[in-house]
């Protein structure tokens, strides 16, 4: 609507042309009215007015007889908009002054289009620059709340509004920004409904009265006097509103108009931009941090792992960790705790990245000062869970462990396994790989570990113990098959007696990456193998050194006459002691009697079931040591076919170490069945050299 | 192989055994523990002073002792091995199982 007053005040010289050159042609004074009769413009005080018009009964303005004056409305569309008058003009004159009000009325309605355009060019003059300083502000700050308040003050100064905030949630949780009004609260528009009504707005929605924005937002202030709200798309994962309130200052006169909606509308698209610039600046930092976070796991899971293994006579000993593309937990280490003992140590720490390789530090730390101390499996995992038990629970991680004591010399083994996958004995003399199971819950799962104590396995040379991480039998096919620990028992059955430690490692690793279809692993993978190889190689059917003297014996298979044959082995090595130019020790003696009492008492119980027979050979003094052949004529047996009993110290088994025992002491212990002289012992024991 | 005992307590008793413990002797020392048990023992030390031989059968008897008093290795205590008792121990990590202690008094006198 032309406001013909306004138009003046801004372009007076609209009139004041129009009336310098009326009153050149015609001498007349032209003089403004409004539509009651008051003066706009254009009066210079040389008429009384009141002499000239007055008012009609209608309303409208009339010129008085015989004042020397002409009147004529100026009308818009058929609505009046006030008076042009002339002084000093005659009647005839009347239509030349429609005329001149026509043309003011163009040139007024002109101005006023020409301003409405100004107004819009202004507007988007505003929006470009607006635009262009929030994405300056992107530039100045790094975090997204501080670009968000600045973009947010821009705003407040483009557009008057008491206060403007925005509204996100990111991660599931609900963030505000605010800028304008001092000491609001952002608890009250920190509204999780409110972001839900504006994130599920079309467009920017703008409400003049309070009534209708409750639907939107049933807690709006009471003040609340108008309100824009607006949703702000983003590419997903971040869900955004925008709001401009104006509250109680009734004063400020504005209401918010369609160009303010325009503005807001994209300065809202510019907002989504600054929330993918940061959600996606976020993805990129968090690959980055996690990228970094890997590398520096796989550093300090390096510097973990012993240099070198261990050298130990009567073991031999090979060991690969590979690494997961994700780094794991997965460590070993080996304690040389004297010239023919070590303790070995394989671990997982369930957990990923840093935090578990800091574990993995502090376990393997733990675990190596414990087996330095203590030999005993179970100690040594007692003791590391003892001390890092609180640690643990509070990180949320556990540890499985398997560690065993194997000692060269006396060919035992020893192994606690805290949760960790079986690892597997394969004993050579029956062929046979057994699982030496988990005897405890992990580390850092309950306050106590009180489950099975260290257990005991007898091995003999030749044996090997396999010890892995689930990365190993967890290695899946294209079909989703695992490759499981019957496959690695499977390898190992087949391979380790023909194999080095060496070898059996890279034949189970090269089955395992033509198993497994993924070009990355899961998870770490990590393979010890240990092998018993006796400290010297002795020919089981060779023997070396000359008889000096036989010694024949038969006895009636009794155990009546087990201390008789006793009895006979001491005298026959204090014989010894006479004829070698050496000393027999006292252990010596022991041992052969031992593996006396052994032979016979098995022929007795096994070969003759109790029953009455003969057992017949020789004793065999040799200027190395001494050779021993036990004849029977009872059933025969496969020597091989039962493995050492593993013992469980808390229900040990009460037999079955007999032969083991023999094996284990003398250094050859040779079966035959059916030779022509029956069933046939042979066993030498050497002196030391 | 002669097995004497003697009691220490109502309830703990002294088993001195003497010569070799082995396939002949083993089930007396089984037979021993077993009667011991039911006459209301609940705890022995096993003298082994007097035994200079055993081999796995008699390994076999103690822990079949063992057993008879409840598994736990305070209930039957080893004194005084000789040194082939001792190396047979160590050879089948017995010495891990049994309390062996170097005199009958300081098994007594053990927690």
């Known amino acids: ?689 | 192989m002669e097995i004497s005992h003697s009691s220490l307590s109502s309830d703990v008793y002294l088993v001195a055994l003497n010569g070799a413990l082995n396939a002949r002797s083993a089930e007396d020392a089984k037979q021993t523990f077993r009667d011991l048990s039911n006459k209301g023992a609940t705890q022995v030390i096993v003298d082994l002073a007097g035994v200079p031989f055993i081999d796995s059968s008699g390994l076999a008897a103690l822990v079949s002792g063992l057993k008879t008093f409840g598994g736990d290795a305070k209930n039957l205590r080893l004194a005084a091995p000789q040194s082939q008792a001792k190396l047979l121990f160590e050879l089948t990590m017995f010495d891990r199982v049994f309390q062996i202690y170097e005199s009958v008094s300081a098994a007594q006198e053990a927690e």
């Open chain 1, 1 to 689: 609507m032309i406001n013909i007053e306004l138009l003046l005040q801004q372009r007076p010289d609209l009139f004041d042309n129009l009336a310098a050159r009326w009153h050149t042609a015609t001498e007349g004074e032209l003089i403004l009215l409004s539509n009651s009769g008051q003066i706009i413009k254009g009066y210079n005080g040389t008429h009384a007015l009141d002499s000239i018009i007055q008012q009609g009964q209608s309303g409208e303005m009339y010129v008085k007889p015989a004042a020397n004056a002409i009147i004529t409305p100026m009308l818009v569309h058929g609505e009046r908009k006030g008076y042009l008058l002339s002084c000093n003009s005659l009647e005839s004159q009347l239509p030349m002054l429609s005329w001149a009000a026509d043309i003011l009325l163009d040139h007024l309605n002109s101005e006023q289009a020409l301003q409405g355009m100004t107004d819009e060019l202004i507007v988007a003059w505003d929006q470009l620059e607006l635009v262009y300083r929030i994405t300056q502000t992107l530039g100045e700050h790094s975090n997204l709340s501080n670009v968000l308040h600045s973009t947010l003050e821009e705003i407040t100064k483009v557009v008057t509004v008491e206060l403007a905030f925005i509204l996100y949630g990111y991660n599931g949780r609900l963030n505000c920004v605010l800028a304008g009004e001092e000491g609001v609260d952002p608890a009250i528009l920190t509204n999780q409904v409110l972001l839900d009504s504006l994130a599920t707005f079309n467009q920017l929605t703008v409400f003049n009265n309070r009534e209708p924005v409750l639907d939107v937002w049933p807690d709006a202030p009471s003040n609340l006097y108008n309100f824009i709200g607006a949703p702000i798309i983003t590419d997903g994962s971040v869900v955004v509103g925008l709001g401009l309130i104006n509250n109680h200052k009734q004063h400020l006169p504005h209401d918010f108009t369609a160009g303010h909606g325009k503005l807001i509308t994209s300065v809202c698209e510019q907002i989504g931009a600054i929330f993918d610039y940061f959600t996606l600046q976020d993805d990129l930092i968090a690959q980055e941090r996690l990228r970094r976070e890997l590398e520096i796991a796989a550093q300090i899971q390096e510097s973990l792992l012993p240099g070198k293994l261990p050298d130990t006579p009567g073991l031999k000993i090979d060991v690969t960790t590979l690494p997961a593309y994700e780094v794991g937990g997965d460590f070993y280490d080996f304690v040389e705790n004297d010239a023919n003992q070590i303790t070995a140590i394989i671990g997982d720490v369930a957990g990923k990245g840093i935090p578990a390789a800091m574990v993995t530090s502090m376990i393997r730390t733990m675990l190596r000062v414990e087996a330095s101390r203590n030999q005993e499996p179970h100690a040594i995992i007692q003791q590391a869970h003892q001390a890092l038990y609180e640690d643990l629970s509070r990180a949320d991680l556990f540890v499985t462990a398997f560690v065993a004591t194997l000692d060269a010399n006396t060919n035992a083994l020893m192994y606690a396994n805290a949760g960790h996958v079986p690892a597997i004995i394969y004993h050579s003399n029956a062929k046979t790989p057994r699982l030496l199971k988990a005897t405890s819950l992990p580390i850092g799962v309950t306050h106590q570990i009180t489950d099975q104590v260290t257990q005991y396995v007898h091995v003999s040379p030749g044996d090997t113990l396999v010890i892995y991480s689930d990365g190993v039998f967890e290695a899946t096919n294209a079909e989703g098959e695992q490759f499981g620990i019957e496959g690695i028992q499977d390898l190992v059955s087949q391979y380790a007696d023909s194999t080095t430690p060496a070898e059996l490692k890279d034949i189970i690793l090269d089955r395992l990456s033509s198993f497994s279809d993924s070009k990355s692993r899961a998870d770490d993978l990590t393979l010890a193998i240990i092998k018993f190889t006796p400290q010297t190689v002795i020919d089981q059917a060779a023997r070396k050194g000359d008889t000096l003297r036989t010694l024949p014996f038969t006895y009636k298979a009794d155990t009546i006459h087990l201390d008789d044959i006793c009895t006979t082995v001491t005298n026959a090595c204090r014989d010894l002691r006479n004829l070698v130019d050496q000393t027999v020790e006292d252990d010596f003696i022991y041992l052969v009697e031992l593996a006396m009492s052994e032979i016979f008492t098995n022929i007795i119980e096994h070969a003759y079931k109790n029953i009455e027979g003969n057992i017949t050979g020789s004793l065999e003094l040799m200027n190395t040591g001494i050779e021993i052949n036990v004849y029977d004529q009872g059933e025969g047996f496969n020597p091989n076919a039962v493995p050492p009993p593993i013992s469980n110290p808390l229900d040990p088994s009460e037999g079955g170490y007999g032969l083991h025992i023999v094996r284990q002491i003398m250094d050859v212990a040779h079966y035959e069945v059916d030779t022509p002289l029956g069933n046939h012992w042979r066993l030498i024991k050497y002196l030391p050299e």
